[in-house]
């Protein structure tokens, strides 16, 4: 016991950088295999000047502990989690389970190396029906209080009871479509509180508990199903195709919250400073107006772009674009971020160096060197991993008189002719014919991780380009294509329809996911190498090495 109490006083580190940090600070900095990517990038982030919502981080050394010995490792965990908590507080003027200024929190994962989403997140934890009703007068805004207790019902159950989250969705596209509403984000507040009636009494119901009225419960419960997500069988299906080690661990990163979703002026978002799917030079970002941003992430809402964004909240849109520049001068990449924005303030939620397919990496590479921002020997580094000179532009050849049979919202770079398959399960079947295989899903989740993998392109009915399904896609150098209006999955689960025509599984599919479009049958495809990329790579390796031979990268 001496030792586990002993070994959670090192474990516990607070972001004081976000106390102390800010611009031009040179104080030293954690090692990211201590406090995670997720949390070292948001205090290089603070120190740069951009606005993070405080918090702090339990570090790796917990989740190794964890693995090792279990719940024993958690014994000491409320002691620690009051002084940290206590320090928050200070610093937002609110309290963890106040009943008239509640302190929210988020509860997030953060390896060392970045894992989009294959772990555990929940937001909106400390609500309870009595802090509930400190955040309605906290914030003047019933309808945000009410629809953030909503979500935390949802993902406790789900992430900490193990709930299917379908038997909450089925609850709200009911009251969706018996109100005729758009979307959720349109619920009053008497939806709302009949929709979190009908949560609760299925929590009761089918789970045998509720979500508890301890906030500091909560916050425990949370942080110990994040350790044990650490361990899924998608998480460990993504290290295995990354070669990261089982022992690394999850840092566990706690913060303010800030809300997207308390009206029009408010949303979230994620966003890459360049094209990840071309590596163009522009900012590329998904959006959701009134959302917190698992809504965007998770893949089961269609995003807007960047035109709405700006036209909605316009100055989080112009600090966002001044935002691209500093985070590329600062990490010296392209960066994937998240952000939220409340009542129209702009909040940096996460910054890492964004996936992208080998055609992106490729122009990417080109282009940093090109500006003075990584050397060339630095972006040959970042090149190691892709086969360069196998590097081309892909299209369809369509034929004349040929139509598309669906559009959607183009997510990556490339094309895909193959089988289509609507179950992930029988991806590895398809493939042994010896032809490509597309996957077909309502909105892909992070457990088909190892189907999206195997298949040659993914196609989804919902979803943003920023999902995690979707990075995983790009990453991976599949053609990705998301939103798909047209497509509809049988219940049967082995057909599925674009708008009027049927497709089984086991027929042949053509995609362009630079365009967006889809074909029926197989079209011939056309491909081209970025010479003029190739010809610099080929200057900056004879710098490397001299002028002798050139090593393949």
Excluded at 76 to 95: D, I, M, P, Y
Excluded at 385 to 413: K, N, R
Excluded at 432 to 447: D, N, P, Y
Aim: hydrophobic share 45%; aromatic share 4%.
């Amino acid at each position: 016991m001496n030792r586990t109490a002993a070994h959670f006083s090192a474990v516990a580190r607070p972001f004081q950088m976000f106390r102390l940090l800010s611009a031009g600070t040179t104080a030293e900095l954690p090692a990211r295999e201590i406090v995670g990517s997720k949390a070292l990038n948001l205090m290089i982030m603070a120190r740069a000047g951009l606005p993070v919502p405080p918090g702090f981080v339990l570090t790796t050394d917990l989740c190794r502990a964890y693995m090792k010995f279990g719940a024993a490792s958690l014994n000491n965990l409320e002691t620690v989690l009051a002084s940290e908590l206590k320090e928050l507080e200070r610093q937002t003027g609110r309290r963890f389970g106040d009943t008239k200024r509640p302190l929210p929190v988020s509860v997030r994962s953060g390896a060392a190396v970045s894992m989009p989403g294959m772990m555990e997140t929940v937001l909106n934890v400390g609500l309870t029906e009595g802090t509930l009703r400190g955040l309605v007068r906290l914030t003047g805004n019933p309808r945000l209080a009410l629809d953030c207790y909503r979500r935390l019902i949802e993902q406790y159950a789900e992430v900490v009871d193990g709930a299917d989250p379908r038997i909450f969705e089925e609850i709200i596209e009911k009251e969706i479509a018996e109100s005729g509403l758009a979307d959720r984000h349109e619920f009053d507040t008497e939806q709302l509180k009949s929709i979190i009636a009908e949560h609760q009494s299925v929590c009761d119901q089918k789970l045998g508990r509720m979500l508890p009225e301890k906030p500091i419960d909560q916050l425990v419960a949370t942080i110990e199903a994040v350790l044990k997500s650490w361990m899924s069988s998608r998480a460990k299906s993504y290290r295995a195709l990354n070669g990261i080690p089982d022992d690394a661990g999850t840092a566990i990163l706690i913060q303010a919250m800030v809300f997207g979703n308390g009206g029009p002026t408010s949303g979230s978002g994620v966003g890459f400073t360049r094209n990840p799917a071309d590596g163009a030079d522009a900012l590329y970002v998904d959006y959701l107006a009134n959302a917190q941003g698992e809504d965007v992430v998770a893949g089961r809402r269609n995003a807007l772009g960047a035109d709405e964004l700006k036209r909605r909240a316009p100055r989080a849109y112009r600090d966002l674009v001044a935002n691209k520049e500093i985070l590329e001068k600062t990490f010296g990449d392209m960066q994937d971020f998240e952000f939220t924005i409340e009542d129209g303030q702009l909040y940096m939620l996460q910054a890492r160096s964004g996936k992208r397919t080998p055609l992106a990496a490729l122009q990417i590479a080109h282009d940093l060197v090109a500006a003075g921002l990584v050397t060339a020997d630095t972006a040959l580094k970042r090149l190691s991993s892709i086969d360069v000179d196998g590097v081309e532009y892909q299209e369809l050849i369509v034929p004349q008189g040929v139509e598309p049979i669906a559009h959607a919202t183009a997510a990556s770079a490339g094309v895909a002719v193959g089988l289509a398959a609507i179950d992930p399960a029988r991806v590895s079947e398809l493939k042994k014919s010896g032809k490509g295989v597309i996957l077909l899903r309502e909105h892909a989740e992070t457990q088909d991780i190892a189907a999206v993998a195997e298949a040659d392109a993914l196609v989804t009915a919902r979803g943003a380009r920023t999902s995690h399904a979707a990075v995983v896609a790009r990453q991976l150098g599949k053609a990705c294509l998301v939103a798909c209006d047209a497509l509809s999955i049988e219940p049967s689960g082995r057909a599925a329809r674009f708008g009027g025509v049927e497709i089984a599984e086991g027929d042949t599919l053509s995609v362009d996911a630079a365009t967006g479009l889809i074909y029926a049958g197989a079209l011939e495809v056309k491909r081209t190498k970025p010479k003029e990329m190739l010809a610099e790579i080929k200057k900056w390796r004879r710098k490397s090495h001299g002028a002798g031979a050139e090593p393949a990268i």
